[in-house]
């Protein structure tokens, strides 16, 4: 509308469509009224000198539905009630803007009201028209922040905002404010805004590493196994099988309809599921809070697919969201855990197949979250005892197999046609136990010195010991963390109350 305005005041606009829109220019055109409380002051005013320029004028209203009830209280009328008379009359000649969404939720709503306008609308311009209205305005940001705009930058910009093109020219907005502020104070040169300031500022909303990947960068993907077979022990199957997708999200070859990879993990309990999990999230990731867990033992019932997604309008926590589609569409970047996703309802399983197809979901407030940057590991219990009874008498792979036939009798064909992989875990052998122990009282160890200065030793007996009450056939290593606290930890904090030892000492703790 801006546009419009400024457009009157030449001269073939002028020469094409007369007094009208001359008026309008010498009027400076397009009046924003209409937004006051009351409606017979300041409003109504502007309203009746609209309607005595016989259409010279016309009257812009930013914001339109605001009208509905604007002003009304007891028996008096808003203004939206106010303009209809002279809407219906043709004395007022108005052009008024709102959302899609808004239009829905009170102009349609009101007959009398959306009769009196002629819906326009306003699609989102594409890409290219994007990058062209993108050139057109930097001119201006320029002169504002001191910089200068390269080519690759505003293709960036448009091309990575959703909401065109108002969100891009934010972004650049924001890119030019953040290049200046960290220009010296008496440079004299003009700084170019480059693509890889914009990426800067995408990466740092969304979490999502836009940046070419350096040479360094690929061999650590190329090499990264070796780190989680360092913590996890006796998967290595699980591992490679992670790695090789991550390795194609790298190498930019995957399918970027989907997401990243999916994976059904199943296995005894206790057996580093989740612990995988936990460490790809840190080491592709960046971080062990890039992951978004959700325990499926929450959503057995038919209901609790409202709290995934968020509820419909007019129930209860409509604009709190989901707790799944809040936390991937704050941060898009980042691993999605479903722990024990055979307890969950089977709506809510309906709503992983749109995810793992897809690599979309539909919240409650109808906004479209995109799981595509996100890798999805569900794990699973199914199989766990199979493979604790069988182990002995069949050959792994066909306990494979007889997982598989029960993981098919508990989930729809259609679920499981849609993971990338089924990931079988073994049970832990006793040396494979060792070495977990290892691993754990490092971690241990660790900690005494960064708290308390303290070198703390452990005798072979006492490992043995934690080998021994550290694992259960039921719960696989999981009990390891009780027994590190009350073999191991519990002594070292009475030796620290009692005076026993102190900081910068050395101790060795047995049985």
């Known amino acids: ?89 043709g004395e007022l000649k108005c052009i008024a803007a709102t959302t899609v969404d808004e239009y829905v939720k009170y102009i349609e709503k009101d007959p009398a009201l959306k009769r009196r306008f002629q819906p326009v ?8 028209d994007a990058i062209e209205i993108l050139k057109g305005l930097s001119k201006k940001y320029e002169a504002h922040h001191h910089v200068q705009y390269s080519d690759n930058a505003l293709i960036a910009a448009a091309r990575f905002e959703y909401y065109l093109p108002d969100k891009a020219i934010d972004l650049i907005d924001e890119a030019g404010a953040r290049v200046q502020l960290h220009q010296p104070r008496m440079s004299t040169k003009i700084p170019t805004i480059t693509e890889m300031d914009i990426q800067h500022i995408i990466s740092s909303r969304t979490g999502i590493p836009l940046e070419k990947l350096s040479a360094k960068e690929l061999m650590k993907l190329v090499d990264m196994e070796e780190t989680p077979r360092e913590s996890i022990i006796g998967q290595d199957d699980a591992v490679k099988a992670i790695c090789r997708a991550l390795r ?42 890039a992951m978004v867990r959700i325990d499926m033992s929450e959503y057995m019932e038919k209901h609790t ?12 926590g409509h604009d709190e969201g989901g707790q799944l589609t809040e936390a991937v569409r704050r941060r898009p970047y980042n691993l999605v855990l479903f722990d024990e996703i055979e307890k969950a309802h089977r709506d809510v399983m309906n709503v992983m197949l749109q995810i793992l197809d897809d690599g979309r979901l539909t919240d409650g407030k109808g906004r479209t979250v995109d799981f595509k940057n996100t890798l999805i590991i569900m794990t699973s219990n199914i199989g766990g005892s199979l493979i ?81 009450e550290g694992f259960s056939p039921g719960y696989g290593a999981r009990p390891l963390r009780r027994a590190i606290v009350s073999l191991l930890e519990d002594k070292v904090a009475d030796m620290i109350l009692e005076g026993t030892i102190v900081e910068g000492d050395t101790v060795s703790i047995g049985i």
Do not use: W
């Open 248 to 289: 194609r999200d790298g190498a930019g070859i995957r399918d970027p309809t989907r997401p990243i990879a999916s994976f059904l993990f199943t296995g005894p309990t206790g057996v580093g599921k989740t612990e995988l999990a936990k460490l790809i999230a840190l080491e592709y990731f960046g971080s062990k809070e």
């Open 121 to 128: 609308d306003v699609p989102e311009p594409s890409v290219e």
């Open 388 to 468: 604790t009874q069988t182990k002995i008498q069949l050959g792994f792979e066909q306990v494979k197999n007889l997982v598989a036939e029960e993981l098919k009798k508990n989930f729809l064909p259609e679920f499981l046609n849609r993971l990338d992989e089924v990931i079988v875990f073994k049970q832990l052998s006793k040396p494979q136990l060792r070495e977990i122990v290892d691993i754990r009282l490092e971690e241990v160890y660790t900690r005494f010195e960064e708290a308390k200065n303290i070198n703390v030793e452990v005798t072979e007996e006492l490992k043995e010991k934690l080998v021994e």
């Open 305 to 316: 697919v409202s709290r995934l997604c968020g509820s419909p309008p007019g129930y209860v």
């Open 1 to 89: 509308m801006e546009k419009l305005e400024q457009k009157t005041f030449k001269t073939d606009m002028l020469n094409k469509y007369g007094t009208d829109l001359t008026k309008l220019a010498e009027q400076k055109g397009l009046h924003r009224t209409l937004q006051s409380p009351e409606p017979h002051s300041n409003s109504c005013r502007r309203s009746e000198t609209v309607k005595g320029s016989e259409g010279e004028i016309i009257l812009f209203i930013d914001e339109a539905h605001t009208l509905v009830g604007a002003g009304s209280g007891g028996q008096a009328l808003d203004a939206a009630n106010i303009l209809k008379p002279a809407l219906a009359k």
